[in-house]
Antibody, heavy 121, light 107 residues
């Protein structure tokens, strides 16, 4: 079965650090584009970061310099290291597989269940 | 960044109703527009990609249309399992951006 399972969320103080994990099954993380997408309470979805199959990484301006996306090919797992956390980083964090669709554009076709990160000020 | 604006923010409808949700991009995005369905406490689910293509396994009552800046998601006959929040997302230029969501509630 193709699935993603996140872990690592929790309550953390402002300025602290947290690492989220996303274990994949049914497909190979390193062969795909993998993203983190977050959703603040009662808000819309916000793309956070992507790691391409070739290893290139990109970040939203809101997290650039504070978050680092990575993967462990031997564990088929995606990570995001979150440093200098702020109250505005409070959200459910989803990992998602990004695929290029036949008729154009990319889409997130597989999502994890999400893990909640709460940053207290 | 490309801004995505959905309307309405919420709507109330009955089972069997035809429902339409619109999404407007701040610049032309061709047909690089996706729609997702999200139920409370659950992850988003891809419904429509490339503006009008139905993702595998999605019922045919869901239909996407539009190109350029204006897009519409139509549910032809609302079913009980369709009460959820729907979000659009552009994949024309990075960073990918989403609309704020439209919540479809039971009347």
């Amino acid at each position: 079965e193709v699935q993603l399972v996140e872990s690592g969320g929790g309550l953390i103080q402002s300025g602290g650090s947290l690492r989220l994990s996303c274990a994949a099954s049914g497909f190979t993380v390193s062969s795909n584009y993998m993203s983190w997408v977050r959703q603040a309470p009662g808000k819309g979805l916000e793309w956070v970061s992507v790691i391409y199959s070739g290893g290139s990484t990109y970040y939203a301006d809101s997290v650039k310099g504070r978050f680092t996306i990575s993967r462990d090919n031997s564990k088929n797992t995606l990570y995001v290291q979150m440093n200098s956390l702020r109250a505005e980083d409070t959200a459910v964090y989803y990992c998602a597989r990004e695929v290029t669709m036949v008729r154009g554009g990319d889409a997130f076709d597989i999502w994890g269940q999400g893990t909640m990160v709460t940053v207290s000020s | 960044d490309i801004q995505m604006t959905q309307s309405p923010s919420s709507l109330s409808a009955s089972v069997g109703d035809r429902v339409a949700i619109t999404c407007r991009a701040s610049q032309s995005i061709s047909n690089f527009l996706n729609w997702y369905q999200q139920k409370p406490g659950k992850a988003p689910k891809l419904l429509i990609y490339a503006a009008s293509s139905l993702q595998s396994g999605v019922p045919s009552r869901f239909r996407g249309s539009g190109s350029g800046t204006d897009f519409t998601l139509t549910i032809s006959s609302l079913q009980p399992e369709d009460f959820a929040t729907y979000s659009c997302q552009q994949s024309y230029s990075t960073p990918w951006t989403f609309g704020q969501g439209t919540k479809v509630e039971i009347k």
